[in-house]
């Protein structure tokens, strides 16, 4: 049901825990499941994120999302984290089962909302970041039109 790299993020998770003074960070959840995401950023002054960190509450799936989420963005710039899509945190870890998708929407959504967080602190835009939703069925609603 799950690949190995899901396995393995879910019961090795990288970059759990929470950040002292971060650049930014983005919470958002799911109503219907319940899982939680919180991702934090520490962004320098060029615009790179040195480190991320999570701290998820949910499904085995939102952790391994979470995780793996964080080793896309880091080392990455503020504009390449943007472009860190929920089908390429699927792709990275090999695949999640139908029913777990919106697992990677989330983390998806916390990098933006983290982002966000790290344009309004720092009084400036990030060209195509939109402002954050705070529970991702508000994005699901929006698809099925």
């Given at each position: 049901?799950?690949?190995?790299?899901?396995?393995d993020?879910?019961q090795?998770?990288?970059?759990?825990?929470?950040?002292?003074?971060?650049?930014?960070?983005g919470?958002?959840?799911?109503?219907?499941?319940?899982d939680?995401?919180?991702?934090?950023?520490?962004?320098?002054?060029?615009g790179?994120?040195?480190?991320?960190k999570?701290?998820?509450?949910?499904c085995?799936?939102a952790?391994?999302?979470s995780?793996?989420?964080?080793?896309?963005?880091?080392?990455?710039?503020?504009?390449e984290a943007l472009?860190v899509?929920?089908?390429?945190?699927?792709e990275?870890?090999?695949?999640?089962?139908?029913?777990?998708?919106?697992c990677?929407?989330?983390a998806?959504?916390?990098?933006?909302?983290?982002?966000?967080?790290?344009?309004?602190?720092?009084?400036?835009?990030?060209?195509g970041l939109?402002?954050?939703?705070?529970?991702?069925?508000?994005?699901?609603?929006?698809?099925?039109?």
């Open positions: 049901m799950y690949s190995e790299k899901v396995m993020h879910f090795n998770p990288r970059n759990v825990g929470e950040m002292e003074n971060p650049s930014g960070v919470t958002v959840g799911n109503a219907k499941c319940g939680i995401m919180r991702m934090y950023l520490d962004i320098d002054e060029n790179i994120i040195k480190e991320a999570f701290k998820t509450f949910g085995g799936a952790v391994a999302t995780s793996m989420a964080t080793e896309l963005v880091a080392g990455k710039t503020v504009q472009e899509t929920n089908k390429a945190v699927m990275a870890l090999d695949g999640l089962p139908p029913v777990k998708v919106h990677s929407l989330l998806e959504q916390a990098i933006h909302a983290a982002l966000w967080d790290y344009a309004q602190k720092n009084g400036i835009k990030i060209e939109e402002p954050p939703v705070n529970d991702i069925e508000e994005l699901e609603e929006e698809e099925e039109y």
